[in-house]
């Protein structure tokens, strides 16, 4: 395909060169240039195609040689990328070794801040302006947040912390509606108003155009800011952003380049702290991702023509954790379930259509998630929380303060947990079984097969203690336990022999694979906390040769070695560094988790070397 004005974009400058009629033609090619090559690599492309025209005006109106850009999540970013150098290297995107699915610093020049998680932009936007400030640097720093970001608490810290301080910060507000799924709340009703306030609009400017015909007219519209504030006070009630300190324009159409140019150059001249609600549309100019704007939210490679991903139909964790949940909820009516802006993608879909009245949509907002399933259970209920493994570490204290220092029944579903490949640094979920480890009552369930991620999650939420069942992104096997779940008992999949593969969840069936062909003990731990003493004594007892296979940051590998000694143990996982996008099967080549390397390994632990 042909893109005649995009093939001349090489540099942010080129971009203010275009003559004014060019640029709707141009968002247009922008949208078919990304939707062919995301169809190719998979990513964020819905929230990227709703903001081109966002990111036009952004680089026409502002000078990326003094003032800097902030994408909140960074889902939203592909047209910047595009429009700064990075057109030609656009088809290695999420690909090994090529472009990141988020802005990146060692990336570019124009990428000011790494970003990846929701409601960041403003923090560091105040924290970079400040900088400017105290070092006498000219510039402004612009912060491109989603409405989704509203439903985090870091942003209202933010504008509570900047309170009005003259600093020249432009908040580009790109409200379409969703995080990733529909937004919810008290921030999301608000925006709704804004978005509907034309009364407010209309009166202001006829206000001022009646006022401007005469020199005491002219004087009052200009200066008498008490007068505004009156004005606002009476027609929109809702001055939330002002009264942070914010000068509030909006609400604009985030499709129109010319205005939004305007409004941008006005905002830049203030010199403080200014707010530009935009209106936009998640997918737009791709007929499949308007339509299904939170499937193409996050998306693996599709058909350009269909809108089809290759390979769909396949039962994933998440559908089958929902589906146990949704069954789980008929025959108790205490269950409940939680989700902070993921109901599609931790697979509750379902259970929030058949049980609405027991469903919770937080935003994004995974600590005020994790207290209040805390709360909910100290009333007797039985929460259920939904998170991927990179957002619970937003929620750390909240887990261990109110969730397991006082014993409480809230069962995390931990989607997303191991390698996730094409995401990168942001999403890997490789860390939870190093910090979990080290909070008190809490139980960590590592499924290896569909039918013990059901077995574990029913027996966790029985239990009424503290527990977290993580499982992987994508599929476990489809097949019948060896075994029922017993808690805190390890399943002894192959006999204890002289060498002993222990591992659990995505990593079992290489283990027993390899063991079984080569007369090697196998253990399948499916409990990653508490430990299973008894096997673990039994080892010790025998003195024998303990190989832990793990798909994280060595965790469970370093408690075995403590409990085993003096037996030889040695630990195969990720050492404690950033993993970048990559497929999962590259990823897993990197850090030896592979089929050769694991025999490898245990021969040599065989052989004494």
């Given at each position: 395909m042909d893109y005649p004005l995009l093939r001349d974009i090489h540099q942010p400058d080129d971009v203010k060169k275009l003559h004014k009629k060019d640029l709707k033609p141009l968002a247009?090619?922008?949208?078919?240039?990304?939707?062919?090559?995301?169809?190719?690599?998979?990513?964020?492309?819905?929230?990227?195609?709703?903001?081109?025209?966002?990111?036009?005006?952004?680089?026409?109106?502002?000078?990326?040689?003094?003032?800097?850009?902030?994408?909140?999540?960074g889902h939203q970013a592909y047209a910047h990328k595009i429009l700064t150098g990075r057109k030609e290297k656009f088809h290695t995107l999420r690909q090994e070794g090529g472009l990141s699915g988020f802005p990146k610093r060692e990336e570019s020049i124009f990428d000011a801040f790494d970003t990846g998680h929701a409601s960041t932009s403003v923090s560091a936007a105040v924290g970079m302006a400040r900088a400017k400030k105290l070092r006498g640097e000219?510039?402004?720093?612009?912060?491109?947040?989603?409405?989704?970001?509203?439903?985090?608490?870091?942003?209202?810290?933010a504008f509570n912390d900047l309170n009005g301080e003259a600093l020249p910060l432009v908040v580009i507000l790109n409200d379409n509606g969703m995080s990733i799924s529909k937004n919810v709340g008290a921030i999301n009703r608000s925006l709704s108003r804004l978005r509907t306030s034309k009364g407010y609009v209309a009166m202001k400017r006829g206000v001022v155009r009646t006022l401007d015909t005469s020199k005491l007219g002219k004087w009052l519209s200009r200066h008498l800011f008490r007068f505004k504030n009156w004005l606002k006070h009476i027609l929109l009630p809702n001055l939330l952003f002002e009264e942070f300190g914010f000068v509030y324009i909006g609400t604009i159409n985030g499709h129109k380049p010319k205005r939004l140019e305007k409004i941008f150059a006005r905002a830049r001249?203030?010199?403080?702290?200014?707010?530009?609600?935009?209106?936009?549309?998640?997918?737009?100019?791709?007929?499949?991702?308007?339509?299904?704007?939170?499937?193409?939210?996050?998306?693996?490679?599709?058909?350009?023509?269909?809108?089809?991903?290759?390979?769909?139909?396949?039962?994933?964790?998440?559908?089958?954790?929902?589906?146990?949940?949704?069954?789980?909820?008929?025959?108790?009516?205490?269950?409940?379930?939680?989700?902070?802006?993921?109901?599609?993608?931790?697979?509750?879909?379902?259970?929030?259509?058949?049980?609405?009245?027991?469903?919770?949509?937080?935003?994004?907002?995974?600590?005020?998630?994790?207290?209040?399933?805390?709360?909910?259970?100290?009333?007797?209920?039985?929460?259920?929380?939904?998170?991927?493994?990179?957002?619970?570490?937003r929620a750390f204290d909240e887990l261990l303060h109110d969730?397991?220092?006082?014993?409480?029944?809230?069962?995390?579903?931990?989607?997303?947990?191991?390698?996730?490949?094409?995401?990168?640094?942001?999403?890997?979920?490789?860390?939870?079984?190093?910090?979990?480890?080290?909070?008190?009552?809490?139980?960590?369930?590592?499924?290896?097969?569909?039918?013990?991620?059901?077995?574990?999650?029913?027996?966790?939420?029985?239990?009424?203690?503290?527990?977290?069942?993580?499982?992987?992104?994508?599929?476990l096997p489809d097949e019948k336990m060896r075994r029922p779940i017993e808690y805190g008992?390890?399943?002894?999949?192959?006999?204890?022999?002289?060498?002993?593969?222990?591992?659990?969840?995505?990593?079992?069936?290489?283990?027993?694979?390899i063991a079984k062909k080569s007369g090697y003990g196998c253990i399948n731990a499916r409990f990653l906390q508490p430990l299973d003493t008894e096997v673990l004594e039994e080892l010790r007892r025998r003195n024998a040769k303990i190989l832990v296979i793990e798909e994280n940051v060595i965790s469970l590998g370093q408690r075995v070695a403590l409990w085993c000694n003096p037996a030889r143990v040695e630990c195969l996982g990720i050492p404690v560094c950033a993993v970048p996008h990559a497929t999962v099967a590259r990823q897993r080549e990197w850090f030896g988790l592979t089929e050769a390397n694991i025999e490898r390994m245990a021969r040599e632990l065989a052989e004494g070397r």
């Open positions: 247009e090619e922008i949208r078919a240039f990304m939707v062919e090559r995301v169809s190719q690599t998979g990513g964020h492309i819905a929230s990227s195609l709703g903001a081109v025209e966002l990111i036009l005006a952004m680089h026409r109106v502002f000078d990326l040689s003094e003032d800097s850009f902030i994408f909140d999540v000219s510039g402004a720093v612009v912060a491109l947040a989603g409405d989704g970001a509203l439903t985090g608490g870091l942003i209202w810290e001249d203030l010199g403080r702290p200014v707010l530009v609600h935009c209106i936009t549309q998640k997918g737009r100019g791709y007929e499949y991702s308007e339509e299904e704007p939170e499937r193409f939210h996050g998306i693996a490679p599709f058909s350009v023509m269909t809108g089809k991903i290759s390979g769909e139909g396949q039962r994933s964790c998440a559908a089958v954790f929902g589906d146990t949940l949704v069954e789980m909820a008929g025959e108790n009516e205490n269950i409940v379930a939680i989700t902070a802006a993921m109901a599609s993608g931790t697979g509750l879909s379902a259970f929030a259509e058949k049980y609405p009245d027991r469903f919770f949509d937080v935003g994004i907002a995974e600590e005020h998630a994790v207290t209040m399933a805390a709360g909910m259970a100290v009333a007797g209920l039985s929460p259920v929380l939904a998170l991927y493994s990179s957002f619970l570490q969730v397991c220092l006082q014993n409480l029944p809230v069962v995390i579903a931990l989607d997303r947990s191991g390698l996730v490949g094409e995401d990168g640094e942001t999403h890997q979920g490789i860390y939870d079984p190093l910090f979990l480890s080290s909070v008190p009552n809490l139980a960590v369930y590592s499924p290896s097969s569909q039918e013990e991620l059901s077995a574990m999650l029913r027996l966790a939420v029985q239990r009424r203690r503290p527990a977290v069942v993580r499982y992987n992104r994508g599929i008992r390890w399943e002894i999949v192959q006999p204890i022999a002289e060498v002993n593969l222990i591992t659990s969840g995505t990593m079992l069936p290489t283990a027993h694979w």
